[in-house]
């Protein structure tokens, strides 16, 4: 079992910086070697949104076109944290953010919110014009 537990979602401005963080424990002290750890998004009425993802391991990272350039994902292999360095925001970035973890690694399965068995809780940004 994988809990993950966002944090650092906030009212901003445009324009401005903000840093979201995932705190990754699991059962047994498993290691999280082959996961997928990836951030999402959804606002009310619509499907949850691909943001970026990173391969725990490799570290390789993948972006949406829409953050692609703004946003930066990371991990720190020593705290088990995962990290969304947003900046430039803008209104539309306003969403919920949930951070997720796949297991089951391969290909491009990481920009799919179905193929991540564990979530997190969600963490609210509101960008403000």
């Known amino acids: 079992q994988v809990q993950l537990v966002e944090s650092g979602g906030r009212l901003v401005q445009a324009g401005g910086s903000l840093r979201l963080s995932c705190a990754a424990s699991?059962?047994?002290?498993?290691?999280?070697?082959?996961?997928?750890m990836g951030w999402f998004r959804q606002v009310p009425g619509k499907e949850r949104e691909f943001v970026a993802a990173?391969?725990?391991?490799?570290?390789?990272?993948y972006y949406s076109d829409s953050v692609e350039g703004r946003f930066t994902i990371s991990r720190d292999y020593s705290l088990n944290t995962v990290y969304l360095q947003m900046t430039s925001l803008k209104p539309e970035d306003t969403a919920v953010y949930y951070c997720?973890?796949?297991?089951?690694?391969?290909?491009?399965?990481?920009?799919?919110?179905?193929?991540?068995?564990?979530w997190g809780q969600g963490t609210q940004v509101t960008v403000s014009s």
């Open positions: 997720a973890a796949d297991p089951n690694y391969y290909s491009s399965s990481y920009y799919y919110a179905r193929e991540y068995d564990y």
């Open positions: 699991a059962t047994s002290g498993r290691s999280f070697s082959g996961y997928a």
């Open positions: 990173i391969i725990w391991t490799r570290g390789n990272t």
